[in-house]
């Protein structure tokens, strides 16, 4: 299992929806740039170009690392395990190394359970609330 969406405890239209699983991506680029980009209109659109070529060799980048880093996961064991709200106004994460692949479908299930009883993933040890940022792991 690589990862899951979840709906929160209420059920409801308005509770979150998460996504919960083992990180495949060496990182996540920001969509900052897109928002930047989906408001210029005239001349400002000539300005978004170089944003626009910059965020897309920033996912250039991070999928040929992910080419490498997948192999080197599996070698090592060692799975990064994230949690965030689709559609959320920011780029908060939770995230928790594992030591093994196994770990890390455990710890997603664990947390699936956990959004859907209490809203959110429970803090434990080894967990991060982290921002995502233009080349955070």
């Given at each position: ?16 929806r ?52 997948w ?11 994230v ?55």
């Amino acid at each position: 299992m690589c990862h899951v969406v979840v709906s929160g405890r209420s059920g409801s239209e308005d509770s979150a929806r998460w996504r919960v699983g083992r990180r495949r991506l060496a990182w996540r680029p920001s969509s900052a740039p897109l928002e930047v980009i989906s408001v210029a209109e005239g001349p400002f659109v000539l300005v978004v170009l170089p944003v626009f070529g910059w965020w897309l060799a920033s996912w250039t980048a991070s999928l040929l690392a992910t080419a490498f880093v997948w192999p080197a996961r599996a070698a090592t064991g060692r799975w990064p395990v994230v949690a965030y709200v689709l559609e959320a106004e920011n780029d908060r994460f939770q995230c928790r190394w594992t030591r093994s692949r196994a770990e890390a479908d455990t710890l997603v299930q664990q947390w699936k359970t956990e959004i859907e009883q209490f809203d959110r993933p429970q803090p434990g040890p080894g967990v991060l609330t982290r921002t995502r940022k233009w080349f955070g792991r």
